[in-house]
């Protein structure tokens, strides 16, 4: 065997050797993808769709790093739970303070308050819409074989759109009840002649002032009324009953 024919022979073990090396090195990472996506898989089956009610759970460092490169996927759940969270679930316990009606005797001095409160609504609406488009665009570049994408989507239904939709539920209403209260408040201003108050007591002395008064009242009322049922809803939707 001369010199240039040894060297050709080591050239080829050495090429076939790397070819098996790569072969190994593909199989292994291979291997370890679906080891992390049968854990994430797992996790998104056991700790959020079998439980009752909205649960997004924070993974634990191990539980993290055994999901790999789909922690992402589920950081685009967490993300957007935290962001609604912050940015409208919070904010919206300040402005159904800000709107609370006590009684009609309060209204017409009331009025700044419930301008402020539908001002805020609004801007809680434009919050939630935010965030469930941040999430969507998200979700829409991620890549997914189709086991994990079929328990994923049931997932992503669960923690992200059923909530932000029932959400969206409670804002008609509530914005409603607010144009009826600011409608009576300054109802009550143009007729202040016609009204008589003592202490917490309202009395009207023209009868077709009353009338009015309890029609825009029994009116607000069944507004009211809508406002539990998308409460309730919402409720049902967080604890899963």
Not at 108 to 113: G, N
Request: with cysteine; net charge positive; hydrophobic share 40%.
């Amino acid at each position: 065997m001369t010199t240039s024919t040894r060297s050709r022979f080591s050239s080829a073990w050495l090429v076939l050797a790397f070819g098996l090396m790569l072969s190994m090195l593909l199989v292994a990472c291979g291997n370890k993808e679906a080891e992390q996506r049968s854990a994430f898989i797992a996790y998104l089956q056991t700790r959020v769709l079998d439980k009752p009610g909205l649960r997004v759970p924070t993974p634990t460092a191990e539980e993290k790093a055994s999901f790999g490169d789909y922690a992402q996927h589920y950081a685009v759940i967490t993300d957007f739970n935290e962001g609604m969270n912050k940015s409208v679930s919070q904010p919206m316990t300040q402005v159904m303070n800000k709107g609370a009606l006590r009684s009609f005797v309060d209204l017409p001095a009331r009025r700044d308050d419930l301008k402020a409160a539908k001002e805020g609504l609004g801007g809680l609406r434009t919050a939630l819409d935010q965030q469930l488009a941040k999430a969507d665009a998200a979700r829409a570049q991620l890549k997914q074989p189709d086991d994990l994408k079929q328990v994923y989507a049931k997932a992503y239904e669960k923690t992200v759109t059923t909530p932000a939709t029932t959400f969206k539920e409670v804002f008609p209403p509530v914005d409603a009840v607010i144009d009826s209260a600011l409608a009576i408040a300054d109802f009550m201003e143009k007729n202040k002649s016609k009204l008589r108050v003592s202490g917490g007591t309202l009395t009207v002395t023209d009868p077709a002032v009353g009338d009015e008064l309890n029609k825009m009242a029994q009116q607000m009322g069944k507004q009211s009324a809508a406002i539990n049922t998308a409460q309730d809803k919402m409720r049902a939707v967080m604890r899963g009953s």
